[in-house]
């Protein structure tokens, strides 16, 4: 029988990873169009890019709601969405950002960005209190300096 703080945690797990798989399943749907977003980074390998990240996003949700290897599935999604946020969101890259017009792009790809950091965040809670477990019960104070 699972305790009343081990179903907020699966009910947390799960809100959190929801929408990834959707995500790797719209690529999946709309190739076309999810390969010209992954290209438009400029990084070579596209297709090859575009299988690792519906690979990413299929499979470490899983493996984070079931609780199957759910540290380093939490730390590659969490790697995953700093990497597109960069890659895909640098709001910075436009001149609208402080326009007056609501439809300014760099306001939409901010907004993007935090959201990244935000599920960041969350992925880093599975890491490391994912049971309610404190930094210091998952790697021990005795482990963190090599000077003894």
């Not at 029988?1 to 907020?8: A, K, Y």
């Not at 399943?25 to 090859?48: F, N, V």
């Not at 690792?52 to 969490?78: K, M, N």
């Not at 790809?109 to 209190?129: E, S, T």
Request: overall charge neutral; hydrophobic content about 55%; charged content about 10%.
């Amino acid at each position: 029988m699972m305790s009343s703080t081990g179903w907020v945690w699966e009910a947390a797990r799960l809100c959190l990873v929801a929408m990834f798989p959707f995500s790797a399943i719209d690529k999946i749907w709309h190739r076309k169009s999810a390969l010209a977003q992954t290209e438009s980074a400029g990084i070579p390998g596209g297709p090859m890019l575009l299988a690792a990240a519906i690979g990413v996003e299929a499979i470490t949700p899983i493996c984070i709601v079931l609780g199957w290897f759910d540290r380093p599935a939490a730390v590659l999604l969490a790697g995953f969405c700093v990497i597109t946020a960069f890659l895909y969101h640098p709001f910075w890259a436009y001149g609208d950002f402080f326009s007056p017009s609501d439809a300014s792009k760099g306001r939409d790809h901010f907004w993007q960005f935090l959201k990244n950091f935000g599920l960041v965040g969350g992925l880093l809670l599975v890491v490391f209190a994912g049971q309610l477990l404190t930094p210091a019960q998952i790697l021990p104070p005795s482990t963190w300096s090599a000077a003894r």
